[in-house]
């Protein structure tokens, strides 16, 4: 178990955090961990330890095997449905209603916890795991709700194929949101990075950005990440115990 943070970083933290007029939170998988979502990169748990990407989280993935991908899609939204958020989505929740206009949230996460705790307006970089959306746009302009069902469900009218709204490997973030989500990193006081590996790009430039542009930057993983080199501080412990310390 990783030695638990100093309670002299943590007060200092927590103080910075309640004095702060902008607070940017960036969540990875490690977020919704403890509320039963499996990670990506954990060793033995991680999903991507277990599962290949490339055949489940890919446009070519899923135009080789629809079947294989929507299944697994479905496995994992049935989880999401069944998982509730953690002490950890609470608290941030509590510090926006607490703060308004204080905190944006970014999330990685494709869960829908940190809605479902209260936060509404949390910025989505790699999509909404519980949205269907077409493949290929359909000619018809037909809701994907209403495809004909199936594993995965097709356009009644075209044939097209409905995914998940996911962002997958090799394509691009919305850009709305990473223009939001960039804007954020580059404008707070404090930066607080929670649960991620920061293994994934853009996503993880976002703490090299709020620290270049001056944010006091605080990583929360209970293991280190490729991205501790940009923060002040690297927390020792997971978000379900440490965001209520920070945060409440
Ligand atoms: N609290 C905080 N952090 C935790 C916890 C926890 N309870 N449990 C694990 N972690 C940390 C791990 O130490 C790891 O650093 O969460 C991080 C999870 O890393 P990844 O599994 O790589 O997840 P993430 O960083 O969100 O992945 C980024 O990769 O596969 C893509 O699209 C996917 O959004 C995902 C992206």
Redesign the pocket.
């Known amino acids: 178990m990783p030695e638990a943070p100093d309670h002299s970083a943590l007060a200092e933290w927590r103080q910075r955090l309640a004095q702060a007029r902008s607070v940017c939170v960036l969540?990875?998988?490690?977020?919704s961990?403890?509320s039963g979502i499996p990670?990506?990169?954990?060793a033995l748990t991680?999903?991507?330890s277990r599962f290949d990407?490339a055949r489940l989280?890919s446009v070519e993935g899923f135009r080789a095997d629809p079947g294989l991908v929507w299944d697994w899609y479905a496995e994992r939204r049935a989880g999401v449905r069944a998982a509730q958020p953690n002490a950890?989505h609470r608290a941030l929740a509590a510090f926006a209603r607490r703060r308004p206009g204080v905190l944006t949230l970014v999330t990685?996460?494709?869960d829908d916890l940190h809605q479902r705790a209260g936060n509404r307006d949390t910025i989505r970089?790699?999509g909404d795991i519980l949205q269907d959306r077409w493949l290929e746009p359909c000619g018809m302009a037909c809701d994907p709700a209403r495809a004909e069902p199936g594993r995965p469900p097709r356009c009644v009218a075209c044939g097209g194929l409905v995914r998940p709204g996911?962002?997958w490997?090799g394509e691009s973030l919305p850009p709305a949101a990473l223009q939001h989500a960039e804007h954020a990193a580059r404008h707070c006081e404090v930066l607080l990075v929670?649960?991620?590996?920061?293994?994934?790009w853009p996503?993880?430039g976002l703490a090299a950005a709020a620290r270049r542009a001056g944010a006091h930057v605080a990583i929360?993983?209970?293991?280190?990440?490729e991205i501790d080199a940009e923060a002040h501080v690297c927390l020792r412990?997971?978000?379900?115990?440490?965001l209520p310390a920070l945060l409440d």
């Open positions: 969540t990875g998988a490690g977020m961990a403890e990670t990506f990169r954990d991680g999903l991507w990407p989280a950890g990685q996460n494709v970089l790699h996911v962002v490997f929670v649960g991620t590996s920061g293994a994934v996503a993880a929360v993983n209970p293991s280190a990440s412990g997971t978000a379900a115990i440490l």
